[in-house]
Nanobody, 110 residues
């Protein structure tokens, strides 16, 4: 069984920083992809990509040996308030599966 365990969310003032982590646990699989999505109140879940409003403020990094993906968020803004989800595409034998983390709340106060 594969699990994605997220940590690092919380409440921060505008201009502050947070670092989220997501670790994949289990055995017998390889990771094809790990990324971050977020879902703001009343909005659809969206992938964090370099070209959108987080450019220059958010950085995604990966430690393949630890099967962990990180999201460093700097200069946070109130509009970054959302539930942040880790997403992974896992290969087990010849099959590919998609997994989501449980989500972690990030709240940015003005």
């Amino acid at each position: 069984q594969v699990q994605l365990v997220e940590s690092g969310g919380g409440l921060v003032q505008a201009g502050g920083s947070l670092r989220l982590s997501c670790a994949a646990s289990g055995s017998g699989f390889s990771i094809r992809r790990m990324d971050w999505y977020r879902q703001a109140p009343g909005a659809l879940r969206r992938e964090l990509v370099a070209g959108d409003s987080v450019k220059g403020r958010f950085t995604i990094s990966r430690d393949n040996a630890k099967r962990t993906v990180y999201l460093q968020m700097n200069n946070l803004k109130p509009e970054d308030t959302a539930v942040y989800y880790c997403y992974a595409e896992i290969r087990r034998e010849t099959y590919d599966f998609q997994y989501w983390g449980q989500g972690t709340q990030v709240t940015v106060s003005s």
